[in-house]
């Protein structure tokens, strides 16, 4: 159980074109999910946090502008780079908790999304 | 920076010896996690150690919590090649708040 999908797995895109990524709670319903990226052999910084059905909390120094986050349903967040640049290029990770199965904070994480922009 | 950090950044160890990674960590915590990456892929939660915790195991895994250093260290024993990959500790703030801050990350050789 506690399974966590990520859409696509890998991603090429032109500079100045806009790139989604969904993340899915397979099996459980999350309570939170959180977006995170990470540079080559660098740790995982959090972009946001969002909840279903409210806005996301962006970490300071994430562009909401950029990062559209989007969190329609309890199993399903989307995190949607607009106009991207090279400089995004990067791994993008999404993890998914959920208050039933564990009350410690526990995070489920996704496989990632490699993003390149071209 | 609440960011933990991690010791060694890097460390190569033969098949069948024992591997230590230590985690330090700056304010109050409610619990600290250590997760496994592999490369170019996701985490996998490898043990969760609540701050009124000293030791945890679980398999080869030893935690250990040391709130007064705030420091953790993990041991994993008899390493087997397909422990390769980088692990990081993530601490969850007092607060209630559910964000947890990964450290910098140890990378685990193991080599056959």
């Known amino acids: 159980g506690a399974v966590v999908s990520q859409h696509p797995s890998r991603v090429i895109c032109k500079s100045g074109t806009s790139v989604k990524i969904e993340c899915r709670s397979l099996?459980?319903?999350?309570?939170?999910m959180f977006w995170y990226r990470q540079f080559p052999k660098q740790s995982l910084m959090l972009m946001a946090t969002?909840?279903?059905?409210?806005?996301?909390?962006?970490e300071q120094g994430v562009e909401k502008d950029k990062f559209l986050i989007n969190h329609a349903s309890l199993t399903l967040s989307t995190l949607t780079v607009t106009s991207a640049h090279p400089e995004d290029s990067s791994f993008y990770i999404c993890?998914?908790?959920?208050?039933?199965?564990?009350?410690?904070?526990?995070?489920?994480f996704g496989p990632g999304t490699r993003l390149t922009v071209l | 920076s609440q960011q933990g950090e991690e010791d060694p950044q890097a460390l190569s160890i033969q098949e069948g010896e024992n591997a230590t990674m230590n985690c330090s960590y700056k304010?109050?915590?409610?619990?600290l996690q250590w997760y496994r990456q592999n490369s170019g892929r996701g985490l996998v939660h490898l043990i969760l150690?609540?701050?009124?915790?000293r030791e945890k195991h679980s398999g080869r895994l030893r935690v250990t919590l040391d709130t007064s250093k705030k420091s953790s260290s993990l041991l994993i024993t008899a390493s087997r090649a397909a422990d390769t990959a980088s692990y990081f500790c993530?601490?969850?703030?007092?607060?209630?708040?559910?964000?947890?801050?990964f450290g910098t990350g140890t990378k685990l050789q193991v080599i056959p």
């Open positions: 099996d459980f319903q999350a309570t939170t």
């Open positions: 969002s909840n279903e059905g409210s806005k996301a909390t962006y």
């Open positions: 304010t109050s915590i409610n619990n």
């Open positions: 993890s998914a908790t959920s208050s039933r199965l564990s009350s410690y904070n526990e995070q489920f």
């Open positions: 150690i609540r701050s009124n915790e």
């Open positions: 993530a601490t969850a703030h007092s607060g209630g708040y559910q964000k947890v801050t």
